[in-house]
């Protein structure tokens, strides 16, 4: 699968996933368990081995909405609290069967300073996140959402086969209706 989020493309994270699988603690995740929930003080991040997982949040009618993905050799964690001391603004959740290695937010702080090169991954971890939520909140106001579909299945071919069309539609803030015919659209392009 391509790789989901951004930052994967852009940085080197060889020396932090290694602090992960040798200092982190494994645990295994079944489908619909939680690594995080909204509301909770979880100062915890975790290196994804295996598995994928899903940001999800609630809004005020209890409607739940996915906000990102998680997929093999990428970061979990709820970025604000972590450097915010408040509060995770969102739930983290198995989507299948998932590996992860967890390590303290204050495991990870030692780790960034550790050494120059540290610090300079963490600064670059922090501008990386920043960029990838500006263009998500670009695309959501000024892409229709058939270039946000167009967009993701280019990406990630495979990401079909890892959630539901209902789960993507939410992603793509589109109701399952509207995702259903601009595949349809699509299907009748191509056999023209």
């Given at each position: 699968?391509?790789?989901?989020?951004?930052?994967?493309?852009?940085?080197?994270?060889?020396?932090f996933?290694?602090?992960?699988?040798?200092?982190?603690?494994?645990?295994?995740?079944?489908?619909?368990?939680?690594?995080?929930?909204?509301?909770?003080?979880?100062?915890f991040?975790?290196?994804?081995?295996?598995?994928?997982?899903?940001?999800?949040?609630?809004?005020?009618?209890?409607k739940?909405?996915i906000?990102?993905?998680?997929?093999?050799?990428?970061?979990?964690?709820?970025?604000?609290?972590?450097?915010?001391?408040?509060?995770?603004i969102?739930?983290?959740?198995?989507?299948?069967?998932?590996?992860?290695?967890?390590l303290?937010?204050?495991?990870?702080?030692s780790?960034?300073?550790?050494?120059?090169?540290?610090?300079?991954?963490?600064?670059?971890?922090?501008?990386v996140?920043?960029f990838?939520?500006a263009?998500?909140?670009?695309?959501?106001?000024?892409?229709t959402?058939?270039?946000?579909?167009?967009?993701?299945?280019?990406?990630?071919?495979d990401?079909l086969?890892?959630?539901?069309?209902?789960?993507?539609a939410?992603?793509?803030m589109?109701?399952?209706?509207?995702?259903?015919?601009?595949?349809?659209?699509?299907?009748?392009?191509?056999k023209?």
């Open positions: 699968m391509g790789e989901f989020n951004i930052y994967n493309e852009i940085l080197d994270f060889s020396d996933i290694h602090l992960f699988l040798n200092k982190g603690k494994k645990i295994t995740l079944e489908k619909n368990e939680y690594f995080c929930r909204a509301e909770e003080n979880f100062p991040v975790a290196y994804l081995e295996k598995g994928a997982f899903r940001y999800t949040c609630d809004d005020s009618d209890g739940e909405h906000l990102s993905y998680a997929f093999e050799n990428e970061i979990l964690g709820n970025y604000s609290p972590l450097q915010n001391n408040c509060y995770a969102s739930n983290i959740q198995a989507i299948q069967s998932s590996v992860i290695y967890t303290s937010i204050s495991e990870i702080n780790y960034f300073n550790s050494s120059m090169d540290a610090q300079l991954l963490g600064r670059r971890i922090a501008e996140v920043l990838s939520m263009q998500r909140l670009k695309s959501l106001y000024c892409d959402p058939e270039e946000r579909y167009l967009s993701l299945v280019t990406k990630c071919p990401v086969n890892r959630i539901t069309l209902r789960e993507m939410s992603y793509l589109i109701t399952p209706e509207t995702l259903s015919r601009i595949r349809r659209k699509i299907v009748l392009k191509g023209s």
